[in-house]
């Protein structure tokens, strides 16, 4: 079945996942002892998942299987981005991101 639109998903921490819940994204909220790599893949068979953005420090702890994966997947779009508690050390520029992901 085709989807007429595309979801995105993010996987991170609570202050992140709400945020980008607020702006209309899907989310889950990554607890401590959940494997980010097999919410990753739960989510890649869903057909009308377009992207996966999940935070830097959920993909740090994973980064062999993060990076490996994100190497095989071609749809949907794994893409790592900062959570907010990173983005407060440096400037993040989430619409760029967002711009990029959704290609607009």
Not at 3 to 29: C, M, N, Q, S, W
Request: charged share 30%; glycine share 6%.
């Amino acid at each position: 079945m085709h989807h007429p639109y595309v979801r995105a998903v993010i996987i991170g921490d609570e202050h992140t996942v709400y945020t980008f819940k607020l702006l209309g994204f899907e989310g889950r909220v990554v607890n401590e002892g959940d494997n980010v790599i097999s919410i990753i893949r739960e989510l890649s068979v869903e057909e009308d998942v377009g992207a996966i953005l999940v935070t830097s420090e959920l993909a740090d702890k994973a980064r062999e299987d993060f990076d490996k994966l994100r190497m095989k997947m071609r749809k949907p779009m794994l893409i790592e981005i900062p959570s907010l508690k990173e983005a407060k050390l440096k400037e993040v520029n989430y619409l760029a991101i967002l711009r990029s992901v959704l290609g607009i």
